[in-house]
């Protein structure tokens, strides 16, 4: 599996409705950005990390893998993974400027590719080449409908169809307006409509500080929140271990994490209660791995953040045992040869050889962006 080719590229997709937002963000598509690795034998893996779609720090990405990356992979045996990733990860010029951000989205990308030409060499879907499922389904809960920029009436509606129609059992909602009492009355008119055995989790995406949020989950308590993400300022350890300490609502946190050692440091201070890596900010399934493994060592459970809109995410939780449940957002999914699909509440177990990570030739020939003017 000698690799003869690195070939990055960027795909812009719509996401519903024509745009979202929620405490932080703002958006009209999501980005797709990442690379195609092929082999001597003619073999092509894919891998992407998952952005704003913002064309400029896009290009940022896809130039690290053709510039920085791709003139250490030319030639190297593609099966090596671990061996290339930490070839990649501690390259003495890239470690110099990166160990997070840019480099660490490009590296997700790279890595991604690799695993999904090794499971496509092996005829596998990926969580079978890992050892195999541990879990017969995957329960799925359903982001989409909640977004701060949708009524109350909207999120309403949209959550009884994911319930009554589509079968999810579990809904997460966004937080953060400028008066928390705000999103208080929103979740207890979403807790009375949608009932008491509705899992109802909620996102804050940093917004906060921890006076705020402590305001805040004193009256949220009573609602039955499942969990409190990114409650505040994404690298605030001990704001995070304290308001750990305050409320009974979990702590889940994890998608800005860019490192193992990140994660660890959260872990260690009693910071949070459900792990939340990302594969496509952490540097790919290699480092995604490492920490799901770091959680179950200490007997956390982890739900994935879905920045690849659980394409590569639903292979990982299929295999590793400390995945209970996983994000649903089906921006993208259609624009991929093997979606990832949920029916009645559950993610479709994957057939198909590879990490679920190609797109479709038409996915290129809609959404493909230039990679440099």
């Excluded at 290009?59 to 099966?79: F, K, M, N, Q, V």
Aim: glycine share 8%; charged share 20%; with cysteine.
């Amino acid at each position: 599996m000698r690799i003869r080719s690195v070939e990055p590229f960027i795909l812009h997709i719509p996401v519903t409705g024509g745009s979202i937002s929620d405490s932080t963000h703002q958006v009209s598509h999501w980005g797709v950005v990442g690379c195609r690795i092929e082999t001597e034998d003619g073999l092509s893996g894919f891998g992407y990390a998952g952005t704003h779609a913002h064309l400029p720090s896009d290009r940022l990405i896809t130039s690290c893998i053709r510039d920085c990356y791709a003139p250490l992979l030319i030639g190297e045996d593609a099966s090596e993974i671990s061996r290339l990733w930490l070839k990649l990860l501690r390259h003495p010029p890239l470690q110099w400027v990166g160990r997070a951000g840019i480099t660490h989205l490009a590296l997700a990308a790279v890595d991604v590719s690799l695993w999904d030409l090794k499971a496509k060499k092996a005829g596998q879907p990926l969580w079978h080449l890992l050892g195999g499922a541990t879990k017969p389904r995957l329960e799925a809960y359903n982001t989409d409908i909640g977004w701060l920029s949708l009524s109350v009436p909207a999120i309403i509606d949209g959550a009884k169809r994911a319930i009554e129609v589509d079968g999810f059992k579990r809904i997460k909602v966004k937080v953060g307006h400028a008066d928390p009492m705000v999103d208080v009355a929103r979740l207890e008119a979403i807790r009375a409509a949608i009932g008491p055995n509705i899992t109802l989790a909620i996102d804050g995406n940093g917004k906060w500080d921890l006076p705020t949020c402590k305001r805040f989950c004193a009256k949220a308590e009573p609602l039955d929140i499942f969990w409190f993400e990114e409650p505040l300022w994404y690298d605030d350890v001990g704001s995070h271990a304290e308001l750990a300490r305050a409320t009974s609502i979990p702590v889940a946190l994890g998608e800005q994490l860019y490192t193992l050692d990140a994660f660890r440091a959260f872990v260690q201070a009693g910071a949070l209660h459900w792990v939340q890596p990302d594969v496509t900010r952490l540097a790919g399934i290699t480092e995604t791995i490492q920490v799901a493994d770091l959680a179950l060592a200490h007997r956390l459970p982890v739900a994935p953040h879905a920045g690849e809109m659980s394409q590569v995410h639903v292979q990982l939780a299929y295999w590793h045992e400390a995945i209970p449940v996983l994000e649903y957002i089906p921006w993208i999914k259609n624009a991929f040869l093997e979606p990832a699909d949920v029916k009645d509440g559950h993610f479709l177990k994957p057939q198909q050889p590879g990490a679920s990570s190609e797109p479709s030739a038409e996915a290129f020939r809609h959404y493909s962006r230039p990679l440099s003017d």
